[in-house]
């Protein structure tokens, strides 16, 4: 085990259409969360799981997303109908319930 | 909408200079940490501060927590081209499990 790990490191898509990412966390971390973050800022909570359960999301989670983390492993994001302004990085990162938050190298998004 | 602003936004020095990076707030954290990102990876974690006035030394980083809890600094002594990246304060409120980022400073240091 070494690390985040997610998966497309960088997608291009066209407007419209759907995309997913998927991101498995460290072993055994039980929370696992999902940041944005456009270039130039800082990242953008959207939503975290402890397990299984996805216990927030922010109000920058439109209809359009939705996560999952159906056996408190992994987790995917997937974007519907994808707009322009949903380009940027997501970021994934797992902890144990009071711990040090590690990051993955992110999904590099691109809506044209 | 970011609680925690950072500032400078950007900042270009020369190896061997001194730097102070400044996080600020309207509220109070249970902690703040200081990660360092660069291009096409993720935050990587420097420093956790929890109590006010707190003071942690990471070889030429010195990083302090403000005695309200709402503001920290980052400074870095003698700096070189190794420590070029954006850097990002994260704070997490009392009863929440979330972090909340800062807006950045990005440090060029030349050679």
């Known amino acids: 085990d070494t690390g985040v790990s997610q998966n497309p490191r960088h997608k291009i898509t066209k407007r419209g259409q759907n995309v997913t990412f998927r991101c498995d966390p460290i072993s055994e971390h039980n929370r696992l969360y999902w940041y944005r973050q456009t270039l130039g800022q800082g990242p953008e909570f959207l939503t975290y799981?402890?397990?299984?359960?996805?216990?927030?999301k922010s109000r920058l989670l439109s209809d359009r997303f939705s996560a999952e983390r159906p056996k408190g492993s992994f987790s995917t994001l997937e974007i519907q109908r994808t707009e322009q302004g949903d380009s940027a990085m997501y970021l994934c990162a797992s902890s144990l319930s009071t711990g040090e938050m590690f990051f993955g190298s992110g999904t590099q998004l691109s809506v044209l | 909408t970011q609680l925690l602003e950072q500032s400078p936004q950007f900042l270009s020095i020369q190896e061997g200079e001194n730097l102070t990076v400044y996080c600020n707030s309207s509220s109070v954290f249970s902690s703040l940490q200081w990660y360092r990102q660069e291009p096409g990876e993720g935050p990587v974690l420097l420093v956790t501060?929890?109590?006010?006035?707190e003071v942690k030394k990471l070889k030429r980083l010195t990083f302090q927590f403000g005695d309200a809890r709402k503001d920290s600094s980052l400074h870095i002594t003698a700096a070189q081209p190794g420590d070029t990246g954006l850097y990002l304060c994260a704070g997490d409120f009392y009863n929440t499990d979330k972090l909340i980022f800062g807006t950045g400073t990005r440090l060029q240091v030349f050679p």
């Open positions: 799981f402890q397990n299984e359960a996805q216990l927030e």
């Open positions: 501060v929890v109590t006010g006035g």
